[in-house]
Nanobody, 119 residues
């Protein structure tokens, strides 16, 4: 139900923009945020966004990453700059989706997109 994309190989100091969009039909969506999981580590929270556009970030990433949404296109982005090797991870997006007007809100995770920061 959620597709994350935009990952790839980037050199240290470089930038990438990740995207997250729903697949299939749905009635409404509330994007929640981004998480990441580095090799051998637990999944960690990266950033969150509210329906009103308020954003919060992990302290260690603040200033380098920017979360945003395009509500007209139903896409959530994570703009990453000043990337470091320790940012290497699979990045996951998270959202609540209402499949139909009479359905219930259900939380979904994207399949993850791999970001590798290496020279």
């Amino acid at each position: 139900q959620l597709q994350a994309s935009g990952g790839g190989l980037v050199q240290p100091g470089g930038s990438l923009r990740l995207s997250c969009a729903p697949s299939g039909t749905f009635f409404s969506i509330k994007f929640m945020g981004w998480y990441r999981q580095a090799p051998g580590k637990q999944r960690e929270w990266v950033a969150s966004i509210t329906t009103g556009g308020s954003t919060t970030y992990s302290d260690s990433l603040k200033g380098r990453f920017t979360i945003s949404t395009d509500n007209a296109k139903n896409i959530m982005y994570l703009q990453m700059s000043g990337l470091k090797p320790e940012d290497t991870a699979v990045y996951f997006c998270n959202a609540d989706i209402l499949p139909g007007s009479r359905s219930v809100w259900t939380n979904y995770w994207g399949q993850g997109t791999l970001v590798t920061v290496s020279s």
